[in-house]
């Protein structure tokens, strides 16, 4: 359901029923504007869990600034604080540069503690074992035809990283071929050390 104020601002509710009451979710939001930012804000409760948070997304000195923020609390007592601040800017040559921190309240700074997440991670209640992370991407358009994207991920606490060069070729106006490679680095007991280098290749076809 949306309802509009105005040309600018709107709410937004949302309900998803469960088999149970417990596994029911629903949600508002309200977004608006201001200056130049666009902001939100949005409470609601997934299935045991209760959030409010909101996000801004806007420009300064030519550069995209985004971030995201929420606070989750439960019965459990499992209480935490995630948020995401990006940027992003288009340089000359062609040139494409992203960044991104994200603190995740949830995780640890402890990498012995990680097997203790596991259950969450398969269940898809968490995506990540740790509390810091940085996120980086450079684009490329090496010519018309080719771009080349490299893309960069870390975990602040165990010093352990994912590097993911990209080539992506566009074989017609709605067909592209990309091949890309997963470097782990790190200890063997961190997040990313843990895993074995990944290679593959994909079509991707627009209609």
């Known amino acids: 359901m949306v309802i509009p104020f105005g040309a600018l601002s709107r709410l937004e509710a949302a309900f998803s029923p469960g088999r149970k009451n417990l596994e029911s979710s629903a949600a508002v939001r309200f977004s608006s504007n201001l200056g130049e930012y666009d902001l939100s804000i949005m409470a609601g409760e997934f299935q045991k869990d209760r ?3 909101g996000d801004f997304a806007g420009s300064i000195g030519g550069a995209g600034l985004r971030g995201e923020f ?10 935490f604080f995630r948020a995401i601040l990006n940027a992003d800017y288009s340089f000359a040559n062609d040139y494409y540069a992203f960044i991104e921190f994200y603190f995740n309240g949830q995780g640890t700074t402890r990498k012995e503690k990680y097997p203790l997440f596991i259950a969450d991670l398969l269940s898809g209640r968490i995506f990540n074992f740790a509390k810091h992370y940085a996120a980086a991407s450079v684009i490329k358009s090496v010519t018309p035809l080719l771009g080349l994207n490299i893309y960069g991920l870390f975990n602040l606490n165990d010093r352990s990283s994912l590097i993911g060069p990209a080539l992506t070729y566009s074989l017609a106006t709605n067909l592209e071929i990309s091949t890309s490679v997963y470097f782990f680095n790190g200890a063997s007991d961190s997040e990313f050390g843990l895993q074995k280098n990944s290679y593959f290749a994909y079509l991707q076809y627009y209609f």
Not at 70 to 78: E, K, L, M, P, Q
């Open 70 to 79: 929420a606070y989750t609390w439960n019965d459990r007592g499992a209480n």
């Open 51 to 53: 959030v409010i948070g």
